[in-house]
């Protein structure tokens, strides 16, 4: 059977969706599917194909990008030239791409059943940009998930909010939830080959002379340094704890890249954080894997999520995690993490400053994640994810 994925971006550019969606069709792969993706790249003119791991790639040109999403016009003639497969797999709700697959499904009848796969639900909290998302959904993403076969959200929240937004029934449609996942045996044993010693070396450069760096809270912010990630709140919070309250023996690592770099670069120096924040940048697998064991939590205060990657890596291994209740994340781990409310950096900080004060209240959340793995290898494995996915295939066609 001949799957096609189409996906705004895909490996080597790996953040939590393009994770999942390159092991996903790794897995595919491996039990006999035939497998594509179609997706944007830095090819500087046309398309250009590579196979990775028995998947074919055809990466097409970005003409400009609009919030993050590639526009690539290129992509239209590829989706008709792979019309000879079964399904055809658009991922993520929001981007180009899948409006280009519901144009050429109504105006070209395309054959291939399609599969619509859901990466989070936009909400920002910025009116402008909220009020152009909602519009997008009543109107545009409703008449897609009418014209789709099978739907996958990441969560139960997530079905019941796109149906409060857009008014769509989905009665007759198949709809399945199904969360991220990860490659956990790939993972685990990469992991069992590192250790946090690694995680000195990535550091030393900034803090060779700093004999104290064990003393501090290490907290590890890892993902897009984007606003929905809340990096300026995490910032803030940090300003606000050493320079405010007087909190000095904390160190904040920030793993990623993305539009708000330069402006986090920025506020670090400008508010005089160069000891107390660290960013990094892109790191290899085993550097990061290596900041995960080093750290003492990891926190990821976003103002919207899917199912992030990020603490399906860090509850394998057992790393504490702290969180903002996005209710997909408290759907799958509230039992496993920290919640910290992100109303404002104060009260944050104000959490946070409970950990440096009464070093138990670490104590208390490494004891939650410790209880996590064995969960998260049963709930969150891509060879489950895969299988439970080709079964849809099936059934659709």
């Not at 009543?138 to 079905?159: C, M, N, Q, R």
């Not at 990657?309 to 291994?317: H, P």
């Not at 408290?330 to 070093?359: G, Q, T, V, W």
């Not at 049963?378 to 060879?383: D, E, G, S, V």
Request: hydrophobic share 40%; glycine share 4%; charged share 25%.
């Amino acid at each position: 059977m001949k799957i096609v994925h189409i996906t705004p971006y895909f490996k080597e550019y790996l953040a939590g969706q393009e994770k999942f969606v390159y092991n996903l069709c790794r897995e595919l792969a491996s039990i006999g599917f035939d497998v594509w993706v179609l997706t944007s790249g830095l090819c500087t003119k046309g398309v250009m194909f590579e196979t990775i791991d028995n998947i074919k790639v055809l990466r097409h040109q970005r003409v400009f990008t609009i919030m993050r999403t590639p526009i690539t016009p290129s992509i239209i003639r590829s989706i008709l030239s792979n019309s000879d497969a079964q399904i055809m797999h658009a991922h993520n709700f929001y981007h180009s791409q899948t409006w280009f697959v519901y144009m050429l499904k109504t105006l070209a009848n395309l054959k291939p059943k399609l599969v619509l796969h859901e990466h989070g639900i936009l909400s920002l909290g910025y009116s402008l940009y909220d009020i152009a998302v909602r519009t997008y959904e009543y109107t545009v993403l409703k008449k897609i998930l009418e014209s789709f076969d099978a739907i996958i959200f990441l969560s139960k929240h997530s079905l019941e909010t796109l149906e409060r937004r857009t008014k769509f029934k989905y009665e007759d449609k198949s709809i399945h939830i199904i969360p991220n996942a990860i490659n956990i045996d790939y993972f685990l044993n990469k992991a069992r080959n590192v250790d946090e010693t690694l995680a000195y070396k990535v550091l030393c450069k900034k803090f060779r002379h700093n004999t104290n760096i064990d003393r501090k809270l290490k907290l590890l912010f890892v993902g897009p340094v984007i606003k929905r990630k809340g990096i300026d709140l995490l910032l803030k919070t940090v300003d606000i704890l050493v320079n405010k309250l007087g909190y000095r023996n904390l160190l904040l690592i920030i793993v990623g890249s993305g539009d708000q770099i330069t402006n986090a670069i920025r506020f670090t120096y400008s508010h005089g954080l160069k000891d107390y924040v660290y960013i990094v940048g892109s790191v290899t697998e085993e550097q990061l894997i290596s900041l995960y064991k080093f750290c003492d939590a990891v926190i990821l205060p976003s103002r919207a999520e899917g199912v992030p990657t990020t603490i399906i890596e860090a509850l394998s291994l057992g790393k504490p995690v702290i969180a903002s209740p996005i209710p997909s994340i408290l759907e799958y781990f509230r039992s496993y993490i920290e919640i910290i409310h992100i109303d404002n950096p104060y009260s944050m900080a104000l959490k946070l400053r409970k950990f440096m004060e009464y070093p138990y209240k670490i104590k208390e959340i490494r004891e939650k994640a410790l209880k996590a793995p064995t969960y998260v290898r049963r709930k969150f494995n891509i060879k489950y994810v895969a299988r439970t996915i080709a079964r849809i295939y099936e059934n659709i066609t």
